[in-house]
Structures are given as C-alpha cells and as structure tokens.
C-alpha cells in the first residue's frame, strides 16, 4: 500500500524555469492539498481540491498553478520560480467522511538559485 | 476567524517524565481537533483527533490529548516520555459548522526535546 508518494523528493532548479512537484495518492481520497512548510510560518495551504477538476485558492497560491484531472493525482506547477519559492512542500489527502484526517506525504524539498 | 496557538516554540523534558505540548484554539462553532508529529526531513505524521464525545482522546505511541471547551484547549499529553518522542509537534483545527470546507488551521508548532 504506497499511499501518498511525492517526486522528486529534492529538486534544485534556477529563477524563471518551470518546476513541476508531483503527488499521488493510492487511497482514492477526495480532497487533496499543497502546502509549503518554512520556519516560522508553520504549515501554509497554496492550493486544495475537493475532486477531479475542482480546485481551489490557499492562503499563499500566487505563483503556483495546480490542475487535477484524475483523483489520485494532484500536480502543483511552479511557472516561473522564484527564490521566494524555496522551501518544502508538503501533499495531503484525506477522505470525503467528516472525519478530516489528513495524509501527509513525504514532502519535497526545492531549492531556487 | 479561526485560529489556532502554541505558545511554546520548544518544550524541554527529561526522558521518563511527564510530557505536555500546549495549544489552544479559537472557532466560532465547534471545534474539529488534531494534533501531528514530524520528524526530521519526514512528512506530517497523524497522532489523534477530537471530533466529538470523550473530552479525553488517545492516540498513536502513547500520546493522549484533553480537550477543554471552557478553556478552548487541547493540550498534548504522555505520561513518560522517550527520547524517540523528540520531534515537533503541530496542532491544527477546523470549524465543523464549515461543512465540506475541509481546510484545517494550523499552528506553528512545537519542537520537543526529550533528554536522556
């Protein structure tokens, strides 16, 4: 049972390219989340999505764009990197139930030079 | 507005003794609560949740947590902490009365340190 898997687990890439952080998940889990963790602000929501193609705004979404057209997956796209963006990124999933409990995985860690 | 705090950026115990992580929170129906553990370079691990019932709840390894709606809190609790414990520690919530938004607030979190 794989879960909730991210990739790449480290990414280093340049200001102004494009960057693409992948997560999939195996439990068929409705809602799914991006965050970005960095010291001192704790846990920040980018992007969530209640189901296939629907998505919607975080706390902190400007400069990433997200797209789900299959429910186990939910890429979140990075369309000009910028130093600002380093951190690590964390995927999350959890069921329709009102139980809430979210599934972290493993997370990735971006670097912007 | 939701929110939610934990006081302590670091809490200090010695391995055997009585652990306590503090958090409290702020909703304006009631409260979905939930705390969850990180280890070093992993991901969010879930340790509990009060949802309703029981004031007293239990989770994974150990860990048990009370909630106090007088107080508007849900502190973390062990009875004897092991140096495995060290890890940081975040608290979340969530307005139940916000029907299918499933977005939780998060706190800051707390970095335990458990001494040998």
């Known amino acids: 049972d794989a879960g909730i898997t991210q990739s790449p687990r480290y990414k280093i890439t340049e200001t102004g390219r494009q960057v693409t952080l992948m997560c999939h998940q195996t439990?068929?889990?409705?809602?799914m989340f991006w965050y970005r963790q960095d010291l001192g602000h704790g846990l920040r929501l980018i992007y969530y999505s209640a189901a296939a193609d629907i998505t919607d705004k975080g706390e902190v979404p400007d400069g990433y764009v997200v797209s789900r057209s299959k429910t186990e997956n939910f890429p979140l796209t990075l369309e000009s990197a910028t130093r600002s963006q380093t951190s690590v990124y964390f995927c999350?999933?959890?069921?329709?139930?009102?139980?809430?409990?979210?599934?972290f995985g493993p997370g990735t860690r971006l670097t912007v030079l | 507005a939701q929110s939610v705090a934990q006081p302590e950026d670091q809490v200090n115990v010695a391995e055997g003794n009585p652990l306590t992580v503090k958090c409290t929170y702020s909703?304006?129906?009631?409260?979905?609560l939930f705390w969850y553990v990180q280890y070093p370079n992993r991901g969010l691990q879930f340790l509990l949740k009060?949802?309703?019932?029981d004031n007293l709840v239990k989770g994974s390894y150990g860990f048990e947590a009370e909630f106090n709606k007088s107080q508007t809190s849900f502190h973390l609790k062990k009875p004897s902490a092991l140096v495995s414990d060290s890890a940081l520690y975040f608290c979340a919530v969530r307005d139940a009365n916000t029907g299918n938004n499933r977005k939780l607030i998060w706190g800051l979190g707390t970095s335990l340190a458990v001494n040998p």
């Open positions: 439990w068929s889990h409705s809602y």
């Open positions: 009060y949802i309703t019932g």
């Open positions: 999350a999933s959890s069921s329709l139930g009102l139980t809430d409990t979210q599934y």
């Open positions: 909703v304006s129906g009631n409260p979905y």
